[in-house]
């Protein structure tokens, strides 16, 4: 077992986690998109770490420099923000996430990184925050559904600003706004499948495209849907529930 900087050459082999996504879903349509991403905003957006079992990667982090993390928190430089973390089922409780854990830590310590920050869940299946208790990580701040948590590796504490989400839909109809953000394949399939619903409902609503960038995410303080300027939903979710957050919308909207 190894881990190793991800690089160009390894585009093939990114998202290891979407070969154990469920056959009833269709996230892994969005796997080469996610890595059409990465391949473009790899060293600028986002960096990477692979976990290989020989020639296969079974595990990954990636992250990027707080400078350009698309996150909505505006944090001092040199600090790395973790997207995500996923390791093969047959790979886990085996110690293999605090290898990984354990050589970012020492990697980025050795480029003079003051500390790692991650956005953590409540969620156990998706980036638990108990999981990072274990690995030394603390909670800075509270961010629903996210606690906002730190390694320190050269510095003790760093400034963290929240960007509060701060959406101003339109008055006139019901508004679904949509943020290109295809760093993970989920996020991509997502981002398609809403849009699908929400050209269902006609005239009734309006659609915004925007692109996930800095300026975005710290503008408005999300990249996640947002139904009529509010987070109605987190994550993957079924057409169903978010058929429902549009049509719910639509209903307050008619009242006035």
């Keep these: 077992m190894q881990v190793k900087r991800t690089t160009l050459k390894d585009l093939g082999t990114t998202y290891c986690c979407a070969?154990?996504?469920?056959?009833?879903?269709?996230?892994?349509?969005?796997?080469?998109?996610?890595?059409?991403?990465?391949k473009t905003n790899l060293g600028r957006h986002i960096e990477g770490y692979h976990l290989l079992d020989g020639d296969k990667v079974v595990g990954?982090?990636?992250?990027?420099?707080?400078?350009?993390?698309l996150l909505p928190y505006e944090i001092e430089p040199k600090v790395a923000c973790i997207y995500c973390?996923?390791?093969?089922?047959?790979?886990?409780?085996?110690?293999?996430?605090?290898?990984?854990?354990?050589?970012?830590?020492?990697?980025?310590?050795?480029?003079g990184f003051k500390g790692i920050l991650v956005p953590a869940t409540d969620l156990d299946v998706y980036m638990s925050y108990k999981d990072f208790l274990k690995q030394g990580f603390q909670t800075i701040k509270e961010h629903p559904p996210f606690k906002v948590m730190y390694y320190p590796l050269t510095k003790e504490n760093i400034a963290v600003k929240i960007v509060g989400l701060d959406?101003?839909?339109?008055?006139?109809?019901?508004?679904?706004?949509?943020?290109?953000?295809?760093?993970?394949?989920?996020?991509?399939?997502?981002?398609?499948?809403?849009?699908?619903?929400?050209?269902?409902?006609?005239?009734?609503?309006?659609?915004?495209e925007l692109d996930a960038t800095l300026e975005t995410v710290r503008r408005y303080g999300t990249?996640?849907?947002?139904?009529?300027?509010?987070?109605?939903?987190?994550?993957p979710v079924s057409e169903k529930t978010a058929?429902?957050?549009?049509?719910?919308?639509?209903?307050?909207?008619?009242?006035?």
């Design 60 to 69: 990954l982090i990636y992250w990027a420099k707080s400078e350009k993390a």
């Design 167 to 208: 959406y101003k839909p339109a008055t006139n109809k019901v508004e679904v706004t949509l943020f290109r953000n295809f760093m993970c394949p989920v996020g991509a399939y997502m981002y398609h499948m809403i849009r699908r619903v929400a050209e269902s409902f006609g005239d009734k609503i309006k659609i915004v």
């Design 243 to 256: 058929k429902n957050a549009i049509q719910e919308e639509i209903e307050q909207f008619r009242k006035g």
């Design 19 to 38: 070969e154990e996504f469920p056959p009833s879903v269709g996230w892994a349509e969005c796997l080469p998109e996610s890595r059409e991403w990465f």
């Design 85 to 111: 973390t996923e390791l093969l089922q047959d790979y886990k409780h085996k110690g293999h996430g605090k290898m990984m854990l354990d050589y970012m830590k020492n990697d980025l310590k050795k480029q």
């Design 223 to 235: 990249t996640e849907p947002l139904v009529n300027g509010k987070m109605k939903f987190f994550g």
